[in-house]
Nanobody, 129 residues
Framework: QVQLAESGGGSVQAGGSLRLSCAASGYTSSTGCIGWIRQAPGEDREGVAVIKTGVGTTAAADSVKGRFTISRDNAKNTVYLQMNSLLPEDTGIYYC??????????????????????WGQGTQVTVSS
């Protein structure tokens, strides 16, 4: 059973940075993908970024390109989301999610919440203006 645990959330002012971590257990990095999905209050979940952990291929939503970077450390079975130049609209709960049998697909498919089988509990990110 895959288990995911997020950490690194917090409160920052606009323009600041945070790095989120997603520690995965029971997950095979050579075949899977891990994504970051966020949910703002009263909004639907929005895919932020995804990485195919075996080869390091990544994709990101247009809203975060140039500001957020997803990366992985397979030795630690951990995926990171480096978030720079944060905006108030980046506020929300950030979830990491995993799919164990991951073939690279169109970006919008891989950024949809329905793409993933396993979810963490989420970590809160609050950006104040």
């Amino acid at each position: 059973q895959v288990q995911l645990a997020e950490s690194g959330g917090g409160s920052v002012q606009a323009g600041g940075s945070l790095r989120l971590s997603c520690a995965a257990s029971g997950y095979t990095s050579s075949t899977g993908c891990i994504g970051w999905i966020r949910q703002a209050p009263g909004e639907d979940r929005e895919g932020v970024a995804v990485i195919k952990t075996g080869v390091g291929t990544t994709a990101a939503a247009d809203s975060v390109k140039g500001r957020f970077t997803i990366s992985r450390d397979n030795a630690k079975n951990t995926v990171y989301l480096q978030m720079n130049s944060l905006l108030p609209e980046d506020t929300g709960i950030y979830y990491c999610a995993a799919r164990t049998d991951c073939n690279w697909m169109p970006r919008l498919t891989m950024l949809s919440s329905g793409f993933y089988y396993y979810w963490g509990q989420g970590t809160q990110v609050t950006v104040s203006s």
